[in-house]
């Protein structure tokens, strides 16, 4: 008996200083070894801090770092300040390692070291284009996380012979499952992105090198995105599958948070060739977003008003198929209801230091304008219009199938093809005020250049074309040209839809080239150049408009009758020039039923003031009433004041005298002339000529 206790004091003292016998270093080199070829990563072990055989095996590592491949010296993908592994005793005493518990703090992700020092973030490459910087996120970081993996009571460990070759697979039949937890805290040092994520996942290994996570969930706790506040998504998976050739399949996909529902599958193949084990060769997923009351999400997470009309965004459900081969990104097909409109489209973008993109859109219509519009100062609740959730799903199924998908649009090629290519069609589009229908845009961008050509086959009764160019200057406001041509279009209707009422009417031909600098409209406004070439036929101008009522009964007593009707536009055309958002014609021309029309003007935009100087000159009209010689008076116009409304002031002074005179001549030609008459009364020679002189008759 005391030899048997005696044999257990030594044993005991034997297991306890065992870990003092054994090669720490090389101990170090076969875990790094083992994770490196696990991970398809390297992995670098900074030492063994601790190595212990009782109470309980353990072994504890630090700083552990998982690098890019083929890199040494750049940030790490992830780091651990510790790491500790704990094994069971029987197993390990006959020559296998079987874990029972592995726990990591002090977890860095994306640009931490260990020792929490910021990296630079990664240069991007020089031909990054201007659209896809301006997509950047924030570069988040997790600081500070946690993981671990435990086998409950009762389950059977996976085992890995302690003296074979490093990678040499474990023995799993029977195992598992394993418990995975991790807390994930997120943050940015600008303070876009902040909270915690937690992980949880039950990990089937008795299959390996397959592997089954079922379920698993990742849950965020009182996150901040950007300006939304108290975010708490759940992102979960029924099943997640790895097969033995490395090949993910995701089942049950749900991102949930609130109303918002977005349930999908996924499929990950592994790259093949020199590329790690851990990288994506090739990825695809189909994902489908319930009917959501956009809005009235909106509101439970941001302080500020929501943008754009109250009733907008209140119905919104998408679905997608994505797919990534070979460094391409191709989504197609892509549907989306947004409230009463309808789009489809399909993209391609090419991933890699010089990324390319070409995009297919197609709306049936949209008015863009209620989603522009500025949020009200004192909004009602969200809520109050908000359509019911059962409501919103009806109306997106019950809704017109929507415009043709369009096909997969192809990549640009070759090293002096643009950046960004898009095209856009439309049934009916309203931005900006104005409507266009039949609308095909094709936009370029290159660098910092960008080119868009517009055509809309109806646009208020007529066509348009034109061409926008903008360039993206260092230290220096944009600069954009546009040149444009509108073909017949209805004025009256144009410029209700601009001004609620149209100061004009008529069949409308437009040309335009024009140039200006600046990030804002009213810088556009301070700045714009060029030419403007107008010609109306067929119209009514509302400052004649108001001429006539206001100074026709005092032309009717001298016999000219001038009605709204009479001064109804035949024709009018202008040409002008325009520099710092002042434009100038020295060739105002046009013609109304009884009056020919010439003059000077000006618009100022910046001002929104008009001014312009007319001479109106009574014509004799082919098919008109008799003027009885009053052809050729002229009345002086004034036209002055903000662009919505502006006065006019007609000179009728001389115009009034110069038609009396006239009248007066007409009877003193005639057989019944007083003038000669009272001469021969008063037998006062030349008494008719001295009052023809004396009168201007």
């Known amino acids: 008996m005391v030899a048997a206790g005696a044999l257990a004091l030594v044993l005991a003292a034997l297991l306890a200083a065992a870990p003092a016998l054994v090669d720490r270093e090389a101990l170090r080199e076969r875990i790094q070894a083992e994770a490196s070829l696990a991970l398809g990563l390297p992995v670098r072990v900074g030492a063994v801090a601790d190595l212990r055989l009782l109470p309980r095996p353990r072994i504890v590592l630090g700083p552990v770092r998982v690098l890019a491949a083929g890199s040494d010296t750049a940030a790490p993908l992830a780091a651990a300040e510790r790491m500790r592994l704990e094994l069971a005793l029987a197993p390990l005493l006959s020559g296998r390692a079987e874990p029972v518990l592995l726990q990591a703090d002090g977890i860095a992700l994306q640009s931490m070291t260990p020792t929490r020092r910021r990296m630079s973030p990664p240069r991007m490459p020089p031909s990054m284009p201007h659209w896809l910087a301006a997509l950047s996120l924030p570069s988040a970081e997790v600081r500070d996380a946690e993981l671990t993996l435990r086998y409950p009571a009762g389950a059977r460990r996976l085992s890995w012979p302690v003296f074979g070759e490093p990678g040499r697979p474990p023995r799993s039949a029977g ?38 996570l079922a379920p698993l969930r990742l849950a965020g706790a009182d996150l901040r995105l950007g300006s939304l506040l108290g975010v708490t998504p759940v992102l979960s998976a029924e099943r997640a599958v790895r097969n033995a050739p490395g090949v993910w399949r995701v089942s049950g996909l749900a991102l949930s948070e609130g109303e918002l529902d977005l349930r ?13 084990r851990s990288a994506v060769g ?3 997923a189909r994902f489908r977003l319930a009917p959501l009351d956009l809005r009235r999400w909106l ?3 941001l302080d500020d008003p929501i943008p754009g009309a109250a009733d907008r965004l209140r119905c919104v459900a998408a679905a997608v198929d994505v ?22 489209a399909a993209a391609s973008l090419r991933l890699g230091q010089a990324p390319r993109a070409a995009a297919a859109l197609r709306l049936d219509r949209l008015d863009l304008d209620p989603y522009l519009r500025a949020p009200a100062q004192s909004a009602p609740d969200a809520a109050a219009s908000s359509l019911a959730g059962a409501d919103c799903a009806a109306i997106a199924e019950a809704a017109a199938p929507g415009p043709a998908q369009p096909d997969l649009p192809a990549l640009p090629q070759g090293p ?6 898009l095209d856009l ?4 589009l309203r931005a900006g005020a104005l409507a266009y229908g039949d609308l095909g845009v094709n936009a370029l961008q290159q660098g910092r250049h960008t080119v868009l050509d517009i055509a809309a086959g109806a646009f208020y009764g007529g066509t348009l074309k034109a061409r926008i160019e903008r360039m993206q200057r260092p230290a220096a406001p944009p600069r ?32 335009a080239e024009l140039a200006a600098a600046g990030s804002d409209t009213e810088a556009l406004r301070r700045d714009l150049s060029g030419s403007l070439r107008l010609r109306v036929a067929n119209g009514r101008l509302a400052a004649l408009d108001r001429a006539a009522a206001s100074f026709g009964p005092l032309l009717s007593t001298v016999g000219i009758e001038v009605t709204p009707d009479t001064l109804a536009i035949s024709r009018l055309g202008l040409s002008a020039d325009g520099e710092d958002g002042v434009f100038r014609s020295q060739d105002i021309d046009g013609r109304v039923r009884l009056f020919a029309l010439a003059g000077t003007g000006a618009l100022d935009l910046p001002a929104e003031r008009v001014q312009a100087d007319v001479t109106a000159t009574l014509v004799q009209p082919p098919d008109g009433p008799d003027l009885k010689g009053l052809a050729g008076i002229q009345v002086p116009i004034r036209i002055t004041g903000p662009v919505t409304a502006p006065e006019v002031d007609a000179e009728l002074g001389p115009a009034v005298a110069e038609a009396a005179r006239r009248a007066a001549r007409r009877h003193l030609d005639g057989d019944g002339n007083v003038l000669e008459q009272l001469e021969d009364a008063t037998g006062v020679q030349g008494l008719e000529e001295g009052l023809r002189n004396l009168f201007g008759l």
Do not use: W
């Not at 002096?416 to 290519?421: E, G, P, T």
């Not at 546009?482 to 069949?507: F, V």
């Open 480 to 511: 954009q040209t546009l040149r444009g041509e509108a073909t017949g279009a209805d004025l009256g209707a144009l410029l209700t839809d601009l001004q609620g009422e149209p100061q004009m009417t008529g069949t409308a031909y437009l040309t």
């Open 282 to 284: 090739a990825a695809r």
């Open 425 to 428: 069609g439309a049934e009916s």
């Open 299 to 301: 509101a439970r997470h």
């Open 323 to 344: 797919e990534l081969v070979a460094g391409r990104l191709d989504v197609a097909p892509l549907a989306l209801r947004l409230d009463d409109s309808q789009a489809r």
């Open 264 to 276: 999908g599958e996924l499929v990950l193949e592994p790259a093949t060739g020199a590329a790690p």
């Open 416 to 421: 002096d093809a643009a950046d960004l290519v």
């Open 175 to 212: 195992t598992g499952p394993i418990t995975v937890l991790a807390l994930l805290p997120l943050i940015t040092d600008d303070g876009r992105l902040a909270g915690t994520l937690t992980f949880g996942a039950q990990a089937e290994t008795d299959d390996l090198p397959a592997l089954t």
